[in-house]
């Protein structure tokens, strides 16, 4: 079973206003990845690390979030001003290596935008 | 790049029936590894199958599938579906390199009714 941890489960934030979520991967997990699950149950990639650092991530993440794995903290993916389309299913997984390897996924972060 | 494609959006079967859930990808590369996960309500995403070698079948939990790079499809099957078999499947392609990457279906949703 899983053992990532993500909070707050869930968030609801007015337009504009920052949305923070946490994640605490699997011990021993070097790679990190952030998606989001839309309203299609779609799972979009957003960004990964390895250790602190970032693997890749897509456009939007670039511009509109903020991201980051420091050493012996969570990780965290913040929203720096929301969006009505932000609001979905936020999932985090870790692995042991950022491909070929198996994910394990925490229960997510559902964000509502209002 | 690479893609993975899950043509139906929700299967609905009677329990008992036999279950195939359908995933081609495709790829320049030779060393994908494909994966099933399955994501019940409430719950985390987790692993339900990881690809062998060409044409060999992986099993799990009475679901099986099999790796078929001539014609790029790694369907998911079972024989006798059952209620608590109703989730969210997807097919998700990586590959055995730093490419940081692991490509996700669009996902099928499968419902088992009594």
């Known amino acids: 079973n899983s053992k990532v941890i993500q909070t707050p489960r869930y968030l609801v934030k007015g337009q504009g206003q920052k949305a923070k979520m946490r994640c605490i991967p699997e011990k021993g997990h070097p790679v990190v990845f952030w998606y989001q699950q839309n309203k299609n149950n779609e799972f979009k990639f957003l960004i990964n690390?390895?250790?602190?650092?970032?693997?890749?991530q897509i456009d939007m993440t670039e511009k509109r979030f903020s991201a980051e794995c420091p050493s012996n903290s969570p990780c965290s993916l913040e929203i720096q001003s929301s969006e009505a389309g932000d609001s979905a299913l936020y999932l985090c997984a870790s692995s042991f290596r950022a491909s070929s390897y198996e994910q394990y996924f925490g229960p997510g972060t559902r964000l509502t935008v209002l | 790049g690479d893609s993975v494609t899950q043509k139906e959006g929700l299967v609905t079967l009677t329990e008992g029936l036999p279950v195939m859930l359908n995933c081609t990808y495709q790829?320049?590369?030779?060393?994908?590894?494909l994966f099933w996960y399955v994501h019940y309500l409430n719950e985390s995403p987790r692993l339900l199958l990881k690809s062998s070698t060409d044409n060999k079948r992986t099993e799990h939990q009475g679901f099986h599938a099999t790796l078929h790079k001539s014609s790029s499809s790694f369907h998911l099957q079972k024989s006798s579906a059952q209620l608590s078999d109703s989730a969210l499947y997807y097919c998700?392609?990586?590959?055995?390199?730093?490419?940081?990457?692991?490509?996700f279906g669009t996902g099928t949703r499968l419902q088992v009714l009594p």
């Open positions: 690390f390895q250790n602190q650092e970032v693997l890749q």
């Open positions: 790829t320049i590369y030779s060393n994908a590894f």
């Open positions: 998700a392609l990586s590959r055995s390199s730093n490419t940081n990457k692991v490509v």
